[in-house]
């Protein structure tokens, strides 16, 4: 599975922006699709995770009610809306899969993207 991440950008607080993650794959019906994110100097977080099939979602505290994960079968694409952005939310967005799984952490990830990067000012 290759994955390609785009979308990020400058925004200021209280705005939103879409990320997309496009999949290459055959199919995605066995995959969980997550983004997480990296600030400087502090360890990679889960932002959201889909399970590709039925589309369940999951959410932690810190975005839950402002963020919101989709998936187009079709286009074998995820996205990111972010609503209500904060500075705090600057960091650089992967979108990783997972296997037959739906990891919390980063170690349960085989494949990522490269990034996208998103700045929130002040």
């Known amino acids: 599975v290759q994955l390609q991440a785009s979308g990020g950008g400058l925004v200021q607080a209280g705005g939103s922006l879409r990320l997309s993650c496009a999949a290459s794959?055959?199919?995605?019906?066995?995959?969980?699709v997550a983004w997480f994110r990296q600030a400087p100097g502090k360890e990679r977080q889960l932002v959201s995770v889909?399970?590709?099939?039925?589309?369940?979602?999951y959410y932690p505290d810190s975005v839950r009610g402002r963020f919101t994960m989709s998936r187009d079968n079709t286009k074998k694409t995820a996205y990111l809306q972010m609503n209500n952005l904060k500075p705090e939310d600057t960091a650089i967005y992967y979108c990783a899969a997972a296997y037959n799984s739906r990891p919390l952490t980063p170690s349960g990830y085989d494949y990522w993207g490269q990034g996208t990067l998103v700045t929130v000012s002040s």
């Open positions: 889909i399970r590709w099939a039925g589309g369940s979602t």
């Open positions: 794959a055959r199919t995605l019906s066995n995959y969980c």
